[in-house]
């Protein structure tokens, strides 16, 4: 039996002869929901997207086959996704995946240890230098000479002015703070367990707060995390506590330095 899925160089289903069964042949292929994808084993590449969802999730699975990747230039110019998620099957981004989506504001990848590539980051073209930064999520690229000199040294470098979505400690974290020259991008703390505090520590060995995920609107922020000191709280006006109250163990502003090491900002 023959099943034609797409006009990609692509064969699915099987072939029996004399009891036999052939294996799955398929090089390239287009899911009913627009994901085009390229097959190595039994897993597959995401190589683009001719749907018209603006919020999408990338799928784990596509056609029996296990997503394990999003491949370069995938969703390069898309100009109308406006929030992606990147499942935990995925280990890898390909260079310029998310290159230029002008309308992008927010990407989440629940894979911790994804590898998010960028291209090689310097190339040489009659004399010139040439270097990239962020290139693979942005809204926009900019070039900048960085040498001061006509020919010299130049910097492609994203713009993106959305929201990265992980888990503290993460490759997605790690690519948010490389923006931090260029881009107005913000990292928003995934919940890891059952903690309902984002948090992180400082080289002292203190905690501030950075986040809630719980839904109550009437907190108390507790005075020790994961047995260390919580000093500081410092969470955004989007958060959906109306008041709040401190552990003894936290300074109250009173205590503190005219510049006070933690605000929290109620909605």
Not at 26 to 37: C, E, I, L, N, R
Not at 133 to 143: G, K
Not at 204 to 220: Q, R
Request: with cysteine; aromatic share 12%; hydrophobic share 35%.
């Amino acid at each position: 039996m023959l099943s034609i899925s797409c006009a990609v160089s692509c064969l699915h289903g099987t072939l029996s002869e004399s009891g036999f069964t052939l294996p799955m042949i398929v090089s390239a292929a287009v899911s009913g929901d627009g994901f085009a994808y390229s097959v190595s084993g039994d897993s597959c590449t995401i190589t683009g997207y001719s749907g018209t969802d603006t919020v999408i999730e990338i799928p784990e699975s596509v056609d029996g086959y296990a997503v394990t990747q999003i491949g370069s230039y995938a969703f390069e110019n898309n100009y109308q996704i406006t929030e992606v998620t990147v499942p935990e099957s995925i280990t890898a981004i390909g260079e310029y995946a998310f290159s230029e989506c002008s309308a992008l504001e927010k990407i989440t990848i629940l894979n911790k240890n994804c590898v998010i590539t960028e291209p090689d980051n310097s190339y040489s073209d009659w004399g010139s230098s040439n270097s990239y930064c962020n290139v693979t999520i942005c809204n926009r690229i900019e070039n900048e000479n960085t040498s001061g000199y006509e020919g010299e040294s130049w910097c492609d470098y994203g713009v993106y002015n959305g929201i990265i979505c992980g888990y503290r400690g993460s490759t997605a974290e790690s690519y948010e703070n490389n923006y931090s020259y260029y881009s107005n991008c913000r990292f928003i703390a995934l919940q890891s367990g059952d903690n309902l505090f984002d948090y992180t520590k400082d080289w002292n060995n203190e905690i501030t707060i950075e986040g809630y995920f719980g839904t109550e609107t009437n907190v108390v922020f507790p005075a020790e995390i994961d047995d260390l000191p919580v000093t500081a709280v410092n969470i955004s006006n989007d958060s959906v506590i109306v008041s709040a109250s401190f552990a003894s163990a936290v300074p109250s502003a009173s205590d503190m330095p005219p510049m006070p090491a933690y605000s929290v900002a109620l909605s």
